[in-house]
């Protein structure tokens, strides 16, 4: 793996991958967590009931550490629209718990993992986790579905965690920004996938930016360059256009919002975070789709994007992302200020200040994954909600407002992005005829 190359954040800690995790992550920052290999004093009259939405590879992570997180966690319902799905995430479910197992022989995953026939298929399946008396959500499915799904949550009184990005346009921000506000009012708690603000080092490098270690911050520039993302899966005579769509929603802007907004979103939120989450005043970029030449299996996705975000402080924030085969990874920070330049890289541990006052990072690393949720729980149980609804909706807003000024050429402001009307799923999901929505063409569309 080259150093800059992303880790795939799918990577599951069972038995089989678990030597492939430790790799990538660390094996000091796996093997350092307290959770790991003990959950201490398993209480099964003090569970907090977890239901999960959307199984796939994130959705099955997420299960992992929410199980690990908290000794009265289990694994109470699950739900996707694929019932072929709920098999695979339940089995490493069950493997990461009997690795715990290993260390403590102990009968631990079936403390854990109780969901019995909870067992929930199709497009209602939310509905029916719900139902099921869970304590909290793990909402994982494309980011599309992921406005509605928080808003049933929040109504339902659940705590919840869920994926970046929260939505794919700006009715859907609007929305979350919504439940957000409810959930605070209901003492919720409603932590975001945005992993890295749960990262050490990063956490430790923000804080020398905003205590002034670069002096006044002028500059930002942020990668997320990769070779792409998953294979896109070749459709089958019997599936309709919503179950092929759906099966590759990576490659449709009405389910994955483009990979700026669902994959690059990680690193346009450190620019978000190095402002202290102050908003720019408008954005412009370019983009297009170079190395996906053919529309009716690789959806309507662009691969790459280059934007410019201008604040109303003077600062601009420069951010790259593409998806381009055999050519190099990176995905980086750089942070250049009145008195100093600093440089984030932190798939290989690097964190520096170069200028008047040097520094280099010294916290350890941590599995941020892990750490959301050991957070996540410790809200709950300490009934001090955390709440990451404003960022992480912002922040997602961001990489759309991005997308909508490379999908357009125009110059957009944030008002205009936050008040866009623009709903990229009208058409209601169901499988059955659906129209492949249309590659942009800048220039030739002036809806924002
Ligand atoms: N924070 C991170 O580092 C990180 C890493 C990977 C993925 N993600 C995010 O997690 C989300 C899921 O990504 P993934 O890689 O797990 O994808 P995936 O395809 O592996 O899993 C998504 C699952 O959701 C199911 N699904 C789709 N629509 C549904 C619906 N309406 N109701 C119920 N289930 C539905 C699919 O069948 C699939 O099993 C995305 O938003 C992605 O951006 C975040």
């Given at each position: 793996m080259s150093p800059t190359k992303p880790i795939d954040p799918n990577l599951l800690m069972s038995r089989r991958s678990f030597t492939a995790s430790t790799a990538a992550i660390g094996a000091a920052a796996v093997f350092a967590h307290p959770s790991f290999g003990k959950i201490a004093g398993l209480r099964a009259e003090n569970t907090l009931k977890v239901g999960v939405v959307g199984c796939g590879g994130r959705g099955t992570g997420a299960v992992i550490q929410a199980l690990k997180a908290d000794p009265g966690s289990v694994l109470w319902a699950m739900g996707d629209v694929f019932e072929e799905r709920l098999a695979p995430c339940l089995h490493y479910a069950k493997e990461a718990m009997l690795d715990l197992d290993d260390e403590q022989s102990t009968d631990t995953w079936a403390k854990k993992i109780q969901v019995d026939n909870r067992k929930f298929s199709g497009f209602d399946a939310i509905h029916k986790v719900l139902a099921s008396g869970v304590d909290v959500m793990i909402l994982t499915t494309p980011p599309a579905f992921r406005p509605e799904h928080l808003r049933y949550s929040i109504d339902a009184n659940k705590h919840v965690f869920c994926e970046k990005p929260v939505a794919v346009d700006a009715p859907g921000v609007r929305s979350v920004l919504a439940s957000a506000k409810v959930a605070k009012?209901?003492?919720?708690?409603?932590?975001?996938?945005?992993?890295?603000?749960?990262?050490?080092?990063?956490?430790?490098?923000m804080k020398a930016i905003h205590t002034g270690g670069i002096g006044d911050l002028h500059t930002i520039q942020t990668t997320y360059n990769t070779t792409g993302w998953v294979e896109p899966k070749k459709r089958k005579s019997e599936w309709s256009d919503g179950e092929f769509q759906l099966r590759n929603w990576q490659y449709f802007n009405p389910l994955s919002a483009d990979h700026v907004a669902e994959q690059a979103v990680h690193a346009i939120d450190w620019q978000a975070w190095a402002m202290q989450d102050r908003t720019p005043a408008r954005c412009f970029g370019v983009g297009g789709r170079q190395t996906r030449p053919d529309v009716a299996e690789t959806g309507n996705v662009w691969d790459h994007f280059s934007l410019i975000y201008e604040y109303d402080n003077g600062v601009r924030a420069y951010h790259m992302c593409r998806?381009?085969?055999?050519?190099?990874?990176?995905?980086?920070?750089?942070?250049?200020?009145?008195?100093?330049?600093?440089?984030?890289q932190p798939w290989n541990g690097t964190h520096t200040i170069e200028g008047s006052r040097p520094w280099k990072g010294a916290a350890g690393s941590n599995d941020m994954y892990q750490r959301e949720h050991d957070v996540l729980f410790k809200s709950i149980r300490n009934a001090k909600p955390v709440n990451d609804g404003r960022f992480m909706s912002h922040?997602?807003?961001?990489?759309?407002?991005?997308?909508?000024?490379?999908?357009?050429g125009r110059v957009v402001t944030w008002e205009q992005a936050m008040n866009s009307q623009v709903e990229m799923n009208a058409q209601p999901w169901e499988f059955g005829p659906r129209t492949t929505p249309p590659l942009a063409i800048p220039g030739t569309n002036e809806t924002i």
């Open positions: 009012e209901k003492s919720l708690s409603l932590m975001s996938g945005f992993c890295w603000r749960y990262q050490d080092q990063v956490r430790e490098t998806h381009w085969p055999n050519t190099p990874s990176d995905n980086s920070a750089y942070f250049i200020g009145s008195e100093g330049n600093c440089t984030m922040t997602s807003l961001l990489a759309i407002m991005g997308r909508m000024a490379a999908y357009t």
